[in-house]
């Protein structure tokens, strides 16, 4: 019966059924009336810019999660396709310096360089049925160590400038940034809503064994999760390299618990099976907006870290319940 619930689940539905809805409103009631400075119009836009990233890497996570999986790599594929576009795209050290084709070529490096990550993931954990939690571990401090060889390699920094203005405009642009992010999570959400692949990496997070049976290739479901992830994982580090106006690959290092945070806040389940964007989307404006109000108050940055690990334990213990019901 699980199983079926699984074929017709959808993102939205659960996106409404989840609590951090009402918890996003209150907490942003309780913000704009106790926090100064919080409600102006410059701060709010400043919480939904800053938070693009978190959202392209939390639905990368959404899929990953609802496959019983999990991509800990992540935050690092960030900053590797940050230095692999570096050493293409720079004006210094780059190899297509100053050429027109230098924004197309670093941009497909960049996704090419998330997509081979995550299919490296997810031949591991898909195909071979490695555990998530190691793979994805390891793949991540493989790739934060392949990043600072190669920026050293190719600039003797660890940061590399003087990229194409074209290419600073996708990430420093407002606009654009939105209009990049928030289109990649409604394709993500489409895909998870509208076609059967939704619906099949559903049943593999709920029962695999099942899910087998019914005809699902669940190898190749799990591993096309992870593929997903890493792209998402690029475009985040398109960006940030874009809004920095910088590649290095210490981008996105940070934002491994706002990712993982997000993503269970929204509603998707450590377990598996159930998730979806549209929630994933609320849980990275709540955190977004947690941090700002916390930030405003003058908190440290360790006691803003205490207090969202303990939101996100929270959330997990939740879940934890949600599951034994």
């Known amino acids: 019966m699980r199983f079926a619930a699984a074929l017709r689940a959808g993102p939205i539905a659960e996106a409404i059924r989840a609590p951090i ?3 996003w409103a209150g907490a942003a009631l309780a913000f704009a009336l ?8 410059a701060n709010i836009s400043a919480i939904l810019i800053s938070s693009l990233p978190l959202l392209l890497l939390a639905t990368g996570q959404t899929f990953v999660l609802i496959a019983a999986g999990i991509d800990l790599s992540a935050p690092a594929i960030v900053g590797l396709a940050s230095v692999v576009g570096g050493i293409v795209m720079s004006g210094d050290e780059g ?14 490096a960049m996704l090419a360089t998330g997509a081979l990550a995550g299919l490296g993931n997810g031949l591991c954990a898909g195909m071979l ?35 194409p203005r074209a290419f600073v405009a996708i990430g420093s642009s407002p606009a654009a940034a939105a209009l990049v992010a928030c289109g990649c999570a409604l394709a993500a959400g489409g895909l998870l ?36 992830s890493g792209t998402l994982a690029a475009v985040a580090a398109v960006l940030l390299t874009g809004h ?12 491994l618990l706002d990712v993982i945070g997000a993503t269970v806040i929204g509603g998707t389940s450590l377990k598996g099976g159930r998730g979806g964007v549209w929630g994933t989307a609320v849980g990275v404006l709540f955190l977004a907006m947690l941090g700002n109000a916390l930030t405003l108050l003058n908190l440290s940055d360790f006691m803003i870290t205490m207090l969202k690990g303990l939101v996100i334990l929270v959330a997990a213990i ?6 034994r019901r």
Do not use: K
């Open 193 to 228: 809503e509208r076609i059967r692949y939704g619906r099949m990496l559903r049943a593999v997070g709920y029962n695999p064994l099942a899910a087998r049976v019914s005809g699902v290739p669940v190898g190749m479901v799990t591993a096309a999760a992870y593929v997903v």
């Open 318 to 323: 939740v879940d934890s319940a949600r599951e």
């Open 95 to 108: 190899w297509l310096a100053g050429r027109a084709a230098a924004v197309p070529a670093g941009l497909f």
């Open 34 to 41: 106790a926090v100064p400075g919080f409600a102006s119009a």
């Open 21 to 23: 809805l009402l918890l």
């Open 244 to 255: 920095l106006e910088t590649a290095s690959p210490t981008h996105g290092r940070q934002l």
């Open 129 to 163: 049925r490695m555990p998530a939690f190691m793979v994805t571990l390891v793949s991540g401090m493989f790739a934060g160590g392949l990043a600072v060889l190669l920026v050293r390699l190719a600039a003797g920094t660890e940061t590399m400038f003087a990229l």
